[in-house]
T-cell receptor, first 112, second 110 residues
Framework: NAGVTQTPKFQVLKTGQSMTLQCAQDMNHEYMSWYRQDPGMGLRLIHYSVGAGITDQGEVPNGYNVSRSTTEDFPLRLLSAAPSQTSVYFC???????????FGQGTRLTVV | SQQGEEDPQALSIQEGENATMNCSYKTSINNLQWYRQNSGRGLVHLILIRSNEREKHSGRLRVTLDTSKKSSSLLITASRAADTASYFCATDTGRRALTFGSGTRLQVQP
């Protein structure tokens, strides 16, 4: 039982490049979310999903796309990376039965 | 904007002392949760209090909730060096995505 797995752990991108951050959970959780955390700050919600095929925007969605084709996976796509997207990205999941969120270990992204 | 704001932003205490951190939020909630983060790693769930509860205990943790003031507090009793971390409150407003505060950085001196 791995919990929430994020890949990669570290990534350096050049401005304008695109990439996908992967998130997978093996707990059959309905709810999944993506957050970004900037130095010394809390987590800001990018996108979230309440089930396969259903996604919605959080507070800072611009520049990011998501899809949820399966319960297990919730990838986050950066369309055209910008230095302002340099951050640590966290994926989280939880279920309606036990509403405590489980977090991945994060992806540290640097855009140069 | 952040739903929750923690106070203080940073707290330094000696081992054995109690640590209290506060969280204020803006809109109605279903529940409020507290999380711990060690040095940039993933967050770990500590405790959840529902909107109809006023106080909850879990080991050395005590959390209170005042919905009339839209505020919560987390008390860690008899702190240990291992409690050094950042602590975040998170609110569930019913949209099935948590909104986090800005966090309190706790340093426990041995």
């Amino acid at each position: 039982n791995a919990g929430v797995t994020q890949t990669p752990k570290f990534q350096v991108l050049k401005t304008g490049q695109s990439m996908t951050l992967q998130c997978a959970q093996d707990m059959n959780h309905e709810y999944m979310s993506w957050y970004r955390q900037d130095p010394g700050m809390g987590l800001r919600l990018i996108h979230y999903s309440v089930g396969a095929g259903i996604t919605d925007q959080g507070e800072v969605p611009n520049g990011y796309n998501v899809s949820r084709s399966t319960t297990e996976d919730f990838p986050l796509r950066l369309l055209s990376a910008a230095p302002s997207q340099t951050s640590v990205y966290f994926c989280a999941s939880w279920s309606s039965l036990f509403p405590e969120a489980f977090f991945g270990q994060g992806t540290r992204l640097t855009v140069v | 904007s952040q739903q929750g704001e923690e106070d203080p932003q940073a707290l330094s205490i000696q081992e054995g002392e109690n640590a209290t951190m506060n969280c204020s939020y803006k809109t109605s909630i279903n529940n409020l949760q507290w999380y711990r983060q060690n040095s940039g790693r993933g967050l770990v769930h500590l405790i959840l209090i529902r909107s109809n509860e006023r106080e909850k205990h879990s080991g050395r943790l005590r959390v209170t909730l005042d919905t009339s003031k839209k505020s919560s507090s987390l008390l860690i009793t008899a702190s240990r060096a291992a409690d050094t971390a950042s602590y975040f409150c998170a609110t569930d407003t019913g949209r099935r995505a948590l909104t986090f505060g800005s966090g309190t950085r706790l340093q426990v001196q041995p």
